[in-house]
Nanobody, 121 residues
Framework: QVLLIESGGGLVQAGGSLRLSCAAS??????TAWFRQAPGKEREIVAA???????YYEDSVKGRFTISRDNAKSTVYLQMNSLKPEDTAVYYC?????????????????WGQGTQVTVSS
């Protein structure tokens, strides 16, 4: 059983920063991604990272968000800068059963409980 624990969400003003953390139990060499879901919208992938450090970013967050991993701590981070009100959502960490970079939601079998990010204007 894999357990993903997210932390770091909160309320921030537009232009501010937050860092989300996702700590995983068990193996750490999986592809990991951050998804988000805003009220009334479908869940979307925000960023993903493979075991070899290949990375993917959704267009709206490129240049503002950075995904990284610390394998020694089995933790993946999402540094979010220049936050906008449209970034407001519940952010979920997810781990895949594969170690290569993937953005297919169906490849992600393990999910965290979610952490709320609210950006005020």
């Amino acid at each position: 059983q894999v357990l993903l624990i997210e932390s770091g969400g909160g309320l921030v003003q537009a232009g501010g920063s937050l860092r989300l953390s996702c700590a995983a139990s068990g193996r750490s060499n999986w592809a990991t991604a951050w998804f988000r879901q805003a009220p009334g919208k479908e869940r979307e992938i925000v960023a993903a990272i493979g075991w070899n450090e290949n990375k993917y970013y959704e267009d709206s967050v490129k240049g503002r968000f950075t995904i990284s991993r610390d394998n020694a701590k089995s933790t993946v981070y999402l540094q979010m800068n220049s936050l906008k009100p449209e970034d407001t959502a519940v952010y979920y960490c997810a781990a895949a059963r594969v170690n290569y970079l993937t953005i297919r939601p169906s490849n992600y079998d393990y999910w965290g409980q979610g952490t709320q990010v609210t950006v005020s204007s």
